[in-house]
């Protein structure tokens, strides 16, 4: 039995990817913030798929309710691949970003996912197996007006995978990160397409499918000798 951990699970990419590894014949622990409704809805299609989903519902930027939500859960059976895909924006030009909104993206992108790579690290390496991928952003990579606090904390991410790998490797925990490019999700509903589109050399905006399937290759057993790495996924956006 192999088992996914996915962080922000219940929705848009989360939910693309739960889905993909449970075809893949993984079980799915999903962790999601406050949105019930849209949890169950991604347990019972997971489940449509003949795989177990529990929902673990908690806020990454507490590292206490990190703590009860996995460790003890961890410690008994630490999962075969995490992946951090829990993410928020709060964009605006820096001269009027306020504290708020800087700390928030920064508790939540980056501070999470140290929260949760410490529950389940030690019991990896003690296993001496697991995956573990971060979603990152091509904002990460080239940076984006109105976003320095989003891309500071997906750069931040990109250089703690590239540093925790050199660390972890020698114990078989790969550790990489997927770089999404415009993705079709909520969180892209307001961009104005037809400008965005012309700067994507495929000429349109990904689908969380296309996401789903790098984090699944990441975590198959096909893969065994890409570490360290961030794959982009961004249709040319960034090249």
């Known amino acids: 039995m192999k088992t996914a951990l996915i962080v922000g699970g219940s929705r848009g990419i989360g939910r693309a990817i739960a889905l993909r590894l449970a075809e893949d014949g993984f079980d799915v622990w999903l962790t999601y913030r406050g949105n019930d409704a849209a949890a ?141 490019g415009v993705i079709d999700t909520e969180m892209t509903a307001d961009l104005p397409a037809a400008e965005v589109k012309k700067m994507i050399p495929l000429g349109r905006y990904g689908r969380v499918e296309d996401v789903a399937e790098a984090v699944a290759f990441l975590c198959s057993e096909r893969q065994a000798y890409v570490h360290g790495q961030v794959l982009g996924v961004n249709g040319g956006l960034a090249i």
């Open 40 to 180: 169950r809805e991604a347990k019972a299609l997971v489940e449509a798929k003949g795989r177990s989903c529990e929902l673990l519902k908690f806020d990454v930027t507490d590292p206490a309710a990190v703590r009860e939500a996995l460790e003890a859960r961890c410690e008994e059976r630490p999962p075969d691949a995490m992946i951090y895909n829990s993410g928020i924006a709060r964009d605006n030009l820096m001269v009027w970003m306020t504290q708020a909104e800087w700390d928030a993206v920064l508790r939540t992108n980056l501070d999470g996912f140290f929260h949760v790579t410490k529950a389940v690290l030690f019991p990896m390496l003690r296993e001496k197996r697991g995956r573990i991928v971060a979603i990152a952003s091509t904002s990460g990579r080239t940076g984006q007006a109105g976003q320095v606090n989003y891309s500071a904390s997906k750069a931040g991410l990109i250089g703690a995978v590239k540093a925790l790998a050199r660390e972890v490797g020698k114990k078989n925990v790969l550790v990489n990160a997927v770089e999404p």
